[in-house]
């Protein structure tokens, strides 16, 4: 899985509650991407990063924000968790123009 | 915005036979277009990508078809094996960017024994 590693794999949260989702990798690479992945949408880009502390908005970034201040982590915030965030998230790596290597997901449920 | 998107949401083959997925895309700026494969439970793995000047890229049993009139991809499988079921998404990203991928919703691939 080229070093990449999601926490938690799964998680049951309330509505209202903060989620924060990392993801580690120990490749060094400069871009990691959080998408999220739904039944009939595939995987939609939430938010990226080019670097430490340089992020950027996808395609469905609202409710949603980004850290990175160290290269191997990226983490994903929820503020405010809601029903429709329910979705199963993957991390992924650039390590070329084309490829990605993606992490095995994180399940959560927002009840 | 502008998508990537697939004309067969399941495909059921037997085993031993060739398979072809496809895929319909709308952005005529896309620089390289690529399959992803899906295993149950696991992240997407990258299979094989063609830039956008080409017509044909072959791999290990693999083959990409990109037919930019009618702006069509295809993933040509040959003698599909039951390691081969999985979901296939097809993406496509713009060099010189931040090599964001937009996927296409998927398709499943059911290799019969």
């Known amino acids: 899985d080229a070093g990449i590693t999601q926490s938690p794999r799964h998680k049951v949260t309330e509505t209202g509650t903060p989620v924060t989702l990392r993801c580690h990798q120990t490749e060094n690479h400069r871009y990691m991407y959080w998408y999220r992945q739904d039944p009939g949408h595939g995987l939609r880009l939430i938010h990226y990063?080019?670097?430490?502390?340089?992020?950027d908005k996808g395609e469905v970034s609202d409710g949603y924000s980004v850290s990175r201040s160290k290269t191997e982590d990226f983490l994903l915030t929820l503020e405010s968790a809601t029903s429709s965030q329910t979705s199963v998230y993957f991390c992924a790596i650039s390590v070329a123009d084309t490829e990605a290597f993606f992490g095995q997901g994180t399940r959560l449920t927002v009840v | 915005g502008e998508s990537v998107g697939l004309h067969l949401p399941t495909l059921s083959v037997q085993e031993g036979d060739n398979s072809i997925i496809n895929c319909a895309y709308s952005n005529s700026a896309s620089d390289y277009f690529i399959w992803y494969k899906q295993e149950s439970g696991k992240g997407p793995q990258f299979i094989i990508d063609i830039r956008s000047n080409m017509d044909k890229r072959q791999g290990q049993r693999v083959t990409v078809l990109l037919n930019k009139t009618v702006k069509h991809l295809s993933l040509q499988i040959a003698a599909t094996q039951p390691g081969d079921s999985a979901v296939y998404f097809c993406?496509?990203?713009?060099?010189?960017?931040?090599?964001?991928?937009?996927f296409g919703s998927g398709t499943r691939l059911q290799v019969q024994p």
């Open positions: 990063s080019y670097g430490v502390k340089d992020t």
């Open positions: 993406a496509e990203t713009q060099s010189g960017g931040r090599r964001a991928l937009t």
